[in-house]
Structures are given as structure tokens and as C-alpha cells.
């Protein structure tokens, strides 16, 4: 099994910044693999960054130069860097981990292929 607790969230005017953390606890190797997602209220969940073990990220187009996904292998923990925020990117936002399976190999913002959810941490933009 698998833990991931969220923190980090808040409420910020456009233009700031705020860092997301997800503590990750139990098996380790099913944390090889993690991303952020986000849900904005009434919307459908969507993928923001990804890093798989060996390092390698990937962004959404919408947060790409604003957004930095990190991840301390000794803390077992993962990071959202949040800089120039925008009332778009208002949502709830979630960390998830999975072992790298081909899936998230292949589609690595995908919310299926992740098996272990936090509970979420709250980001507020306003204008």
C-alpha cells in the first residue's frame, strides 16, 4: 500500500506562486512513477506535470514554463513548483503514483494508469 498526503495549498492573487508537496509512505517502488493533477470545481480531472525514476517530466501546454514537478528520492517526496499562477489554474490538485508500467510510459498524464491518490490540497487564484 501506498500513502500520499498533499500540502502546500493556499490562496494567492495572479502572479504569485505557491509549492505543492506530496509525502509519499510505504512500498517504494510503487512511487517510481508520479504526476500532479488537478480538478477545477465542476470540471473533469486533468493531468499537469508527470516525472517517471529516472527523471524525465512532462507538462501540460498550459502550465509548460511556469510550472516546475520535482521529486527528493531520499525524502520520498514530490514537489510542485507554481510560479506566475493564473485564475485558470484554480482547481483542487492531487499527486498520484503508480510503478512505471508501459502505460504511463506511454501516456504519462493519464489519471487511469495511476493507482494511489492523495486526498488533494486547494489552490486559489484571484485576480
Known amino acids: 500500500q501506498v500513502q500520499l498526503v498533499e500540502s502546500g495549498g493556499g490562496s494567492v492573487q495572479a502572479g504569485g506562486s505557491l509549492r505543492l508537496s506530496c509525502a509519499a509512505s510505504?512500498?517504494?517502488?510503487?512511487?517510481?512513477?508520479m504526476a500532479w493533477f488537478r480538478q477545477p470545481l465542476g470540471k473533469e480531472r486533468e493531468g499537469v506535470a508527470s516525472?517517471?525514476?529516472?527523471?524525465?517530466?512532462m507538462y501540460t501546454d498550459a502550465v509548460k514554463g511556469r510550472f516546475t514537478i520535482s521529486k527528493d528520492n531520499v525524502k520520498n517526496t514530490l514537489y510542485l513548483q507554481m510560479n506566475s499562477l493564473k485564475p485558470e489554474d484554480t482547481a483542487m490538485y492531487f499527486c498520484?503514483?503508480?510503478?512505471?508500467?508501459?502505460?504511463?510510459?506511454?501516456?504519462?498524464?493519464?489519471?487511469?494508469?495511476?493507482?494511489?491518490w492523495g486526498q488533494g490540497t486547494q489552490v486559489t487564484v484571484s485576480s
Open positions: 516525472i517517471n525514476r529516472d527523471g524525465y517530466t
Open positions: 510505504g512500498y517504494t517502488y510503487k512511487t517510481d512513477c
Open positions: 498520484a503514483a503508480n510503478e512505471c508500467t508501459r502505460d504511463i510510459a506511454t501516456m504519462p498524464l493519464f489519471a487511469p494508469d495511476y493507482n494511489s
